[in-house]
């Protein structure tokens, strides 16, 4: 990219990078966005705002060969956005690419293969985080985030902060999550973090102020899926939806469901009717039934 074209970038790029942040997008969405504004300022070797239509096309045809439709969906949502909001342009985008819409149903464990996997994580700290992360249908990101001061022994409840869409809910507690957390905690006394970073010395994990990295849960779970020799496509946000669809086999209403997940349109619930049967029960009686029976060999 010549000198000027750069400089150019340059300021339109970080004029992107303020306009997602001044709407509240999420930190993820802003790398994401801006990870799409520089795909295609490379593949070009030139500044976006003077490419045209068909150059447009003939660049989402390629990407559509080289990635997976999830990333071709967020860099035509980043490149929107940049020409909506930075070189102030409308197109219609829909005659440039229209990713197919893909209703996959999610692979599921059964709450057998849930205890199996967990028994099979070999470091306490993963185990207890996969087990919290089930046992209150958290997403990975929510779990991580988890502080002392949001367990709430009294009521039994957790405070979830900051969720999906910046949304804070609050979601049961299960006696058996109480005492695998508490049991954890005393591995490391944070007294802010129910999850700290595990680097270095006993005082400086009992001292961090950032959690534990997601990257080590991941590969904890994988490497406990492929030890059980479970050959479903799972992952941690597997056990999201694995939850979500016991609590419909337990009977518990879709609309406790959507609630306890924090799901803002009814219909992303409503997937797990599909996988299930529902009926009708007390959701935090249905939660303790099967998260209290089940047999965790806690690791040392």
Same mark, same amino acid.
């Given at each position: 990219?010549?000198t000027s %074209?750069?400089?150019?970038? %340059?300021? /339109?790029?970080?004029?992107?990078?303020?306009m997602l942040?001044?709407?509240?997008m999420?930190?993820?969405?802003?790398?994401s966005?801006s990870?799409?504004?520089?795909r295609?300022?490379?593949d070009?070797d +030139?500044c976006?705002?003077s490419?045209?239509r068909?150059?447009?096309?003939?660049?989402f045809n390629?990407?559509?060969?080289?990635?997976?439709?999830?990333?071709v969906? +967020?860099?035509? @949502?980043?490149?929107?956005?940049?020409?909506?909001?930075?070189?102030?342009?409308?197109?219609?985008?829909?005659?440039?690419?229209?990713p197919?819409?893909?209703?996959?149903?999610p692979? #599921? =464990?059964?709450?057998?293969e849930?205890?199996?996997?967990? $028994?099979?994580?070999?470091? =306490? &700290?993963? /185990?207890?985080?996969l087990?919290?992360?089930?046992?209150?249908? =958290?997403?990975?990101?929510?779990?991580?985030?988890?502080?002392?001061?949001?367990?709430d022994?009294?009521t039994?409840r957790?405070?979830? &902060?900051?969720?999906?869409?910046?949304?804070?809910?609050?979601?049961?507690?299960p006696? *058996?999550?109480l005492?695998a957390l508490?049991?954890?905690?005393?591995?490391?006394?944070?007294?802010?973090? #129910?999850?700290?970073?595990?680097?270095?010395?006993y005082?400086?994990?009992r $001292?961090?102020?950032?959690?534990m990295?997601?990257?080590?849960?991941?590969?904890?779970?994988?490497?406990?899926?492929?030890d +059980?020799? #479970?050959?479903k !496509?799972?992952?941690?946000?597997?056990?999201r939806h694995?939850? *979500?669809?016991?609590l419909?086999?337990?009977g518990? /209403?879709?609309?406790? #469901?959507?609630?306890?997940?924090?799901?803002?349109?009814?219909?992303?619930? @409503?997937?797990?009717?599909? =996988?299930?049967?529902p009926?009708?029960?007390n /959701?935090?009686?249905?939660?303790?039934?099967?998260?209290? !029976?089940?047999?965790?060999?806690?690791?040392?």
């Amino acid at each position: 990219m010549i000198t000027s %074209e750069k400089k150019k970038f %340059e300021e /339109q790029y970080r004029k992107h990078q303020m306009m997602l942040e001044n709407h509240g997008m999420r930190e993820a969405t802003v790398d994401s966005y801006s990870r799409a504004v520089r795909r295609v300022a490379k593949d070009f070797d +030139c500044c976006p705002d003077s490419l045209t239509r068909d150059q447009m096309k003939e660049y989402f045809n390629r990407l559509a060969k080289s990635h997976s439709w999830s990333t071709v969906k +967020c860099d035509l @949502s980043g490149l929107k956005f940049f020409w909506e909001y930075v070189l102030e342009k409308e197109w219609d985008w829909v005659s440039i690419v229209k990713p197919p819409q893909f209703k996959n149903l999610p692979d #599921i =464990l059964t709450i057998s293969e849930v205890e199996t996997v967990l $028994n099979s994580v070999r470091k =306490l &700290r993963y /185990q207890v985080f996969l087990f919290v992360t089930y046992s209150m249908g =958290l997403r990975l990101g929510e779990t991580l985030k988890l502080r002392t001061s949001d367990i709430d022994s009294k009521t039994m409840r957790v405070h979830v &902060r900051d969720g999906k869409g910046r949304k804070d809910r609050f979601v049961p507690l299960p006696q *058996a999550t109480l005492e695998a957390l508490r049991y954890f905690w005393k591995t490391h006394r944070n007294m802010n973090l #129910i999850f700290p970073n595990q680097n270095g010395t006993y005082e400086s994990i009992r $001292n961090a102020d950032t959690p534990m990295d997601r990257e080590g849960a991941q590969q904890a779970m994988k490497g406990a899926v492929k030890d +059980c020799r #479970i050959m479903k !496509k799972v992952s941690v946000h597997s056990l999201r939806h694995s939850f *979500a669809t016991h609590l419909v086999e337990k009977g518990v /209403q879709l609309r406790l #469901i959507q609630e306890h997940l924090g799901h803002a349109n009814p219909q992303t619930t @409503s997937i797990y009717t599909r =996988l299930t049967e529902p009926s009708f029960q007390n /959701q935090s009686v249905a939660i303790n039934g099967f998260v209290g !029976k089940m047999k965790i060999n806690w690791s040392e």
